[in-house]
């Protein structure tokens, strides 16, 4: 079953299940953001801030996932990718962002208080994220020649 969460009437952001991941963002044809969340807490205040810095960007799609249905799947890259650690679900709330089937990277809430932070800190940081790995010129990026 599938429905859509979120603070805002124009915000989608759909509850996608196991059987949808695949297709949902695995499948998809633009970059998949996913909000890592849990039952047990709401992060109320991320999530609408996800809403609202994703809200006008049509070429994002934005997903969210229980992380307690998805355990072996984590385990699976720890096992199989050595990547659980890049995926650190151990800090909720998070983002986790997909590019043409593969993972890419997450980033985690700076806020490890119980209490959530504010709102408009939470859009700084996922403002940050998206424009790091999502909403960037590559024509403008400079190499290291050192790398080579």
């Known amino acids: 079953m599938t429905e859509v969460t979120g603070i805002h009437a124009t915000s989608i952001m759909k509850k ?14 633009k970059p998949v953001l996913v909000n890592l969340r849990s039952k047990e ?14 809200k006008e960007h049509n070429e994002l799609k934005v997903v969210e996932v229980d992380v307690a249905e998805y355990a072996d799947i984590f385990e699976g890259y720890e096992a199989e990718r050595k990547v659980y650690s890049t ?29 959530e932070a504010p709102v408009r800190d939470y859009e700084r940081q996922i403002s940050m994220f998206l424009n790091k790995f999502v909403f960037y ?9 050192n790398w080579d």
Do not use: C, H, Q
């Open 16 to 29: 996608i299940s196991r059987e949808e991941f695949e297709k949902e963002v695995l499948e998809a044809d």
């Open 87 to 115: 995926f650190d679900v151990e800090y909720l709330p998070a983002l986790a962002l997909y590019r043409e089937g593969n993972f890419i990277t997450t980033v985690s809430s700076w806020s490890k208080a119980k209490d």
């Open 41 to 54: 807490r709401a992060f109320k205040n991320w999530t609408e801030a996800v809403m609202n810095v994703t």
């Open 137 to 145: 010129d590559p024509s403008e990026v400079k190499y290291n020649k």
